[in-house]
Nanobody
Framework: QVQPVESGGGLVQVGDSLRLSCAASGRTLSTYAMGWFRQAPGKEREFVAYITWSGGTTNYADSVKGRFTISKDNAGNTVYLQMNSLLPEDTAVYYC???????????????WGQGTQVTVSS
């Protein structure tokens, strides 16, 4: 299996926290970064965060800066997204994917997972 596998989503209340996991199946020596994206109902998929495998450089969407933290476990080929202070607008299906470059563009990512639903109730 080459598609990553996301887990950890659920139904939470405003202000709660969740940690998403992405088992990075499909990662190769060429894979430079892993990214998290999300898609809310009726909206296009949008960038959330990425992290590079070497060096751990990170980048975040402005909407999640200061609330979300992306991290990695090189040994386990797993990437995490710690989400704190969740808001109703964070409700979406969250996806992880591989990239050969550092990018916030969806088109630069490949091998998308099936996604995990995050619902934030007010």
């Amino acid at each position: 299996q080459v598609q990553p596998v996301e887990s950890g989503g659920g139904l939470v209340q405003v202000g709660d926290s969740l940690r998403l996991s992405c088992a990075a199946s499909g990662r190769t020596l060429s894979t430079y970064a892993m990214g998290w994206f999300r898609q809310a109902p009726g909206k296009e998929r949008e960038f959330v965060a990425y992290i590079t495998w070497s060096g751990g450089t990170t980048n975040y969407a402005d909407s999640v800066k200061g609330r979300f933290t992306i991290s990695k476990d090189n040994a386990g080929n797993t990437v995490y997204l710690q989400m704190n202070s969740l808001l109703p607008e964070d409700t979406a299906v969250y996806y992880c994917a591989n990239s050969l470059v550092r990018s916030t563009r969806e088109s630069d990512y490949y091998y998308w997972g099936q996604g995990t639903q995050v619902t934030v109730s007010s």
